[in-house]
């Protein structure tokens, strides 16, 4: 088993495109190759630790695309933000709260200028910005922007 993490995939979000110059003509072309990608890493017991902004989409179609994924999902919440249509209410992944906590590694969609541990060279691993943020020491934007368009796949301590 392998654990991944990743961010912002925006499925059926044509207007992600051009705000994250994303080099795909039409998002039918980039949801299919965001599921390519993914499924290209990932097996069936992997783990994956989504941090947000999965789709804007309803429930029915963030449905249709986790049913094209693999591995065992793990999507923290975000009720107020772009999953707020469909989070919570779409059976077969675990939802997690808005940050977590794994062997250090502190998981939010949000930056953060100071996480627990930081001072001591713990992890933050985090979305939202689509690479656009400046570099911080062991604050790492995992966002499939800046990891071309594939989850990371992280060796935990």
Excluded at 92 to 110: K, M
Excluded at 114 to 125: E, I, M, R
Aim: proline share 5%; charged share 20%; net charge neutral.
């Amino acid at each position: 088993m392998q654990i991944f993490v990743t961010a912002d995939h925006h499925f059926g979000h044509a207007n992600i495109i051009k705000y994250a110059a994303r080099p795909f003509s039409s998002v039918e072309e980039m949801d299919q190759e965001l599921i390519r990608r993914w499924n290209e890493v990932v097996g069936e017991e992997d783990v994956v630790y989504h941090l947000g902004d999965f789709t804007l989409s309803n429930k029915r179609r963030a449905s249709y695309y986790l049913s094209q994924l693999r591995g065992q999902i793990k999507m923290l919440s975000y009720p107020w933000h772009h999953d707020c249509r469909w989070i919570g209410k779409v059976q077969g992944i675990e939802y997690l709260p808005p940050i977590v906590i794994v062997q250090d590694i502190t998981l939010c969609h949000f930056p953060m200028a100071a996480w627990n541990k930081s001072h001591y060279g713990a992890l933050h691993y985090h979305g939202h910005s689509h690479g656009k943020m400046t570099p911080m020491k062991n604050r790492i934007d995992v966002g499939v922007d800046c990891h071309n368009f594939y989850p990371i796949n992280i060796i935990l301590p």
